[in-house]
Nanobody, 125 residues
Framework: HVQLVESGGGSVQAGGSLRLSCEGSGFTDSNYCMGWFRQAPGKELEWVSGINSGGGSTYYLDSVKGRFTISRDNAKNTVYLQMNSLKPEDTAMYYC???????????????????WGQGTQVTVS
């Protein structure tokens, strides 16, 4: 079965950078779109970024555009989220998610994704 494991979280000062990784296993092929979500304490889950199966289309929450970059290495079954110029408001638990079926319209939606990782904490002070 499909499993997703995030890594790369940590504590950084404002203006710093982190690179999150999400390694998948159990995939039969690379035809999965991937997304990153985050949840801050006391707040709802928020979509952050998404990437289609081929990696040619990427999508971002407005507040992270120009600071975050999503990418994927299908040979390694891994998706990355490079986060630069981090702000305190980026503090949250970050989750990656995967699903076979998504479009540009649905890639931002939590319910689109069948598979989820356990999360990695990002703290910006």
């Amino acid at each position: 079965h499909v499993q997703l494991v995030e890594s790369g979280g940590g504590s950084v000062q404002a203006g710093g950078s982190l690179r999150l990784s999400c390694e998948g296993s159990g995939f039969t092929d690379s035809n999965y779109c991937m997304g990153w979500f985050r949840q801050a304490p006391g707040k709802e889950l928020e979509w952050v970024s998404g990437i289609n199966s081929g990696g040619g289309s990427t999508y971002y929450l407005d507040s992270v555009k120009g600071r975050f970059t999503i990418s994927r290495d299908n040979a390694k079954n891994t998706v990355y989220l490079q986060m630069n110029s981090l702000k305190p408001e980026d503090t949250a638990m970050y989750y990656c998610a995967a699903d076979r079926y998504c479009t540009s319209a649905t890639i931002t939606t939590e319910m689109t994704y069948r598979y989820w990782g356990q999360g990695t904490q990002v703290t910006v002070s």
